[in-house]
Structures are given as C-alpha cells and as structure tokens.
C-alpha cells in the first residue's frame, strides 16, 4: 500500500477512486468517476459515530469491526476483479476506514494507493482550485427574460456549462419544483470538473445567473469571470416563452407546492392577483397562470438589471436549434474579427 495525495493521485495513469465512505457522504459530495463501495451505511456509520463521542475509540473500533468486517470482504472480492486500473482508496479524513481496506487489499498481493487525509485533501484541493482557477476559453453569457429558452440552447451546444443543471435548480422561486438540488459542495466539484474538460476549447457558453442558484452560491472567482464574459441576448416571443415553461414543469405534479409559492408572492403581486394565478392554476388555465407570472412578477423583477449589458448580438429564439446555430454563428465571427 502507498500512501499519496489527492494531487499526486491525478499522475497515476488509470486512476480507479474508490469512496469507502457511507451512502450519505457519497452523496454530499464526491471526486468525480469514483465508485462508492461502503464499508458503513448511512445508520451504522451514525451508530459508531455515537459510540465513538459515548463510549470512546476502543469501542467504537470493535463495533465498526464487527458490523464492517463482513462488508470489507465483499469489498476486496469486487476489487480482486478489476484489472489495468490504479486503485486508489480512500474515506473521510484518510482513517480507520480506508486503511483497513487498504491494508487487507495489500496483503493479498494486489496494488493500491491510499489518499492521504482522505475526503478532506480532495474538498480542499477543489477550495483552492476554486479560488483561482481562470477559464481559459473566451467566455459568452447568454442572458434573457424568464423562459427565453437559454437552457434549451445550453444543452444543445457542446461548449457550454449547464450552471442550473449542475446546480440542481432552475434559478427562480419555482426553480426547485421537480428537482434536487445538489449541495455546495459537489455543485463546486462539478462544476470545477466542466471548466477543466473545457479548458482547451476556443469558447465555453454559459447561461446567464445571479450569484445564488437556489440555495446555492456561484464561487466568486468564477461569477466574477462570468460577469467579464461576451453578452448574448436571447429575444422570445411571450407565446413561447409560455409554452417552453408549460412543457418544462407539466410533468411534475407538485400542486400544494405551487399554491404556497404563490401566496409567497402576495406582497409583491397584491392578494388580488394572487387569488387569480391560484384560481387560474386549480381550474387548469396553465397557459394564463405562466403568462401572467412572466408579465406582472418575473420580467419587471429582471428586466432592468438586463437592460445593464451590452450585448454583441441579439437573437430571436422561434426554435431551440434554430437559435443555438445562430448563436455559435455569432460567437465565431466575433471570435474571427477579435483575431
């Protein structure tokens, strides 16, 4: 067994990250294209938790023994097999979890890497990385009105950034209907992920957004590279910036939270209207429901600070592939007057 960082782990040639660490912690976050293979799930790894702060080291090592050892060997017959793979394990904080896997892996004669403090090297290596990581490729944001269609164009474009999809959240106050969202942490891991793979690319698209995603916060390095970016406006007839919301949100079937949003809004749209989106939204009336909260809340919410940019080009989105071929057309005859 050889111990290495997180950073020297990303010299190996065929890396295979192994995440020993409960079901949960996989989840919050994780080094991305690991495989999680728990020595403890979510509830015995709270149970030792307990005994360690209770009852102390000794007794807390003897009960994770005796509910993990079982696991740690279904664990080894799974890595037995993998072959042409450097295995690199690790666990929280680089502790008893990882090495008695680690160990025991050994001993049988079959290589593997153990990073060093665990979890906790790779979080804060994607800290520092975060705090100055520059994007290489020219960087063009795509801004306008609520429903305008930019994700649509995003996810058709190969040299884009999906920020709502790793995040998780659509990035307005219904935004979270129909979706989890992510943590933080593995929205930082991801997105740090999409920058690196894009770093040799002639531009990188991204959709305009404030700081917060949700309950989630844009890093600043990387917002503040975002507001320095080429500004794209993306124009919508009202029709279809109802239909593209309509056919985003139909299939989630979230009624009692939908009405609680909208009395959320009572202040800012007066009881009056309110009464309105309900009654238009309980009778069916969708279309009447999304016009009237594109009009009255979402665009006198956003259009002034859109009204702020200069933009290089504005372009009519009457349809997804029809707009995105226009706005890589104008991306590279920006790219080839800047030369």
Known sequence: MKEISFEESLTLENPLYVDVRSPGEFEEDHIIGAVNLPIFDNDERKEVGTLYKMAGRDTAVLKGTEIGGKRIGEIINRLSEVKGRDIVIYCARGGMRSGSVAALIDSLGIGVYRIREGYKAYRRYVCERMLSVNIKPEIFILQGLTGAGKTEIIKVLKNSIDIEGLAGHRSSVFGGIGLKQRTQKFFETLLLHNIDELENERYVIIEGESIKVGNLHIPANIFAQMRG?????????????????????????????????????????????????????????????????????????????LEKYEYISVIKNYETVQASGEVEKVIEDFLSKSQ
Do not use: W
């Open 229 to 305: 970016g080429h500004f794209i406006y993306i124009d919508t007839p009202l029709n279809r910036r109802v239909s593209i919301i309509r056919d985003e949100y139909n299939s989630f079937q979230e009624h009692e939270r939908i009405v609680q949003i909208v009395n959320s809004l009572r202040r800012k749209l007066g009881s009056k209207k309110a009464d309105m989106l309900i009654e238009h939204y309980n009778s069916g009336r969708i279309d009447e429901f999304i016009e009237i909260l594109l009009l009255d809340y979402y665009d006198l919410l956003y259009k002034h600070s």
